[in-house]
C-alpha cells in the first residue's frame, strides 16, 4: 500500500469519531496497545501523527500530556511532543478507545540509530543535553516518565540543514511523584533502573537512569544488556559481595566508548544505588557534556 493511499474502508469504520476529522493514511509505528497513524485534518490539511490507544491508557496518557502541555506554556519547551488534542471513541469488542493527535516528527532516536549506526560523541551529547533540560522541567512539575528510551526520543528537523530537536513522547508509562509506586517490571527492561525493576518504585533518579542507558546505545548502537537476564543481574548486584556490585557495568561494552570522561558520565548515571546515582543537573555540569554545551 503507498503511503499516501488511505486506510482500508473497514478501518475507518471503526474510528468514525476520528475519521470525521482527520484522513487516515497508512500505520507508522505502534506497539502493545497502541497503533500509529500519519493523518491530514480535514479543516485545513495540517498533518498529525494520532496514536490510537485501546483502554484506559489513552485516557491516562492525554491527562498527563494536557497538564505538561499547560505547566510548560510560555517556557519555550520545544522538548515534548505537542499535544493537540483527545478524541474518545465509542466503546467498542475492544473496550474503550482513545485517539491522541500529537505533533508529527520525522523519525525515532531508534530508527536513527539503527540504520545510521552509533553516533559520534557531539551528536550523542546534544541528545542528553536536550533530553536532560527536558526531563528537568518534567521533573519540576511532578511527574516521572518511566520509561525513556530510544524509541520514546522522536527526532524532528526543524529546517533542511539544521540539526534536529530530540522531543521526549509516550507518556503511558508515567506517574506522579506523589504517587511514585507502578507494576513491578512495567517499562522496558533493558532500560529500566534497579528499584524499578526490582521494587516498583519510580523515582526522579529512574529517568537518570534511563538516560544514562540511551547515551550508551547512542555510543555502542547496542542494548545495555544483550541476551542477559537483567532482574538476575540486578539481584546479584544487591548482595552484600561487593564483586558482585558493578556486575552491570562489566557487562557492558566500554571498549566501544573510546572517551573516558563519557564513560564516567554513563556509569555515574547508572549507578545501582538510586541515592548515589548523578542527578540531571551533575549530568549537565559534568565535564563530557560540558564541551558541547
Same mark, same amino acid.
Given at each position: 500500500m ?8 473497514? %478501518? ?27 493523518? +491530514? ?30 505547566? %510548560? ?22 473496550g ?38 527536558? *526531563? ?11 520509561? %525513556? ?12 540543514g ?12 508515567a ?35 534511563? *538516560? ?6 547512542? *555510543? ?13 543481574? +540486578? ?21 566501544s ?7 564516567? *558520565? ?11 546515582? +548523578? ?15
Open positions: 503507498d503511503y499516501h493511499t488511505v486506510l482500508d474502508e473497514k %478501518l475507518c469504520e471503526e474510528h468514525p469519531a476520528l475519521v470525521e476529522k482527520y484522513k487516515l493514511e497508512k500505520s507508522i509505528g505502534g506497539g502493545g496497545q497502541s497503533t500509529v497513524y500519519k493523518a +491530514f485534518r480535514r479543516s485545513d490539511g495540517k498533518v498529525f501523527a494520532i496514536k490510537t490507544v485501546h483502554g484506559p491508557d489513552g485516557l491516562f496518557e492525554a491527562r498527563l500530556m494536557a497538564m505538561l502541555e499547560v505547566s %510548560l506554556k510560555g517556557l519555550d519547551e520545544q522538548g515534548l511532543v505537542h499535544f493537540e488534542q483527545l478524541i474518545r471513541e465509542e466503546p467498542n469488542q475492544y474503550e478507545v482513545y485517539h491522541l493527535v500529537l505533533e508529527l516528527c520525522n523519525c525515532s532516536l531508534h530508527d536513527r540509530i539503527k540504520y545510521k549506526g552509533q553516533l559520534d560523541e557531539e551528536e550523542s551529547a546534544k541528545i542528553v543535553i536536550a533530553l536532560a533540560k527536558t *526531563l528537568k522541567r518534567v521533573h519540576d512539575n511532578e511527574i516521572i516518565h518511566c520509561d %525513556l528510551k530510544p524509541a520514546n526520543v522522536l527526532l524532528k528537523y526543524p529546517r533542511p539544521m540539526f534536529y530537536v530530540p522531543k521526549v513522547s509516550d507518556f503511558g508509562m506517574c506522579w511523584m506523589e504517587d511514585p509506586w507502578n507494576e513491578c517490571g512495567a517499562g522496558t527492561w533493558d532500560y529500566m533502573s534497579p528499584e524499578a525493576m526490582l521494587d516498583g518504585c519510580y523515582i526522579t533518579a529512574s529517568d537518570v537512569w534511563g *538516560l544514562g542507558m540511551l547515551l550508551y546505545t547512542c *555510543l555502542t548502537a547496542i542494548c545495555p544488556f544483550p541476551n542477559m537476564d537483567v532482574e538476575v543481574v +540486578f539481584k546479584n548486584a544487591r548482595k552484600r559481595d561487593r564483586s558482585l556490585r558493578n556486575l552491570h557495568h562489566n557487562s557492558m561494552d566500554w571498549d566508548i573510546p572517551s573516558l570522561s563519557a564513560r564516567q *558520565l554513563i556509569q555515574g548515571m547508572t549507578e545501582l544505588d538510586p541515592g548515589r546515582r +548523578f542527578t540531571l543537573e551533575k549530568v549537565l555540569e559534568h565535564e563530557w557534556i560540558k564541551k558541547y554545551l
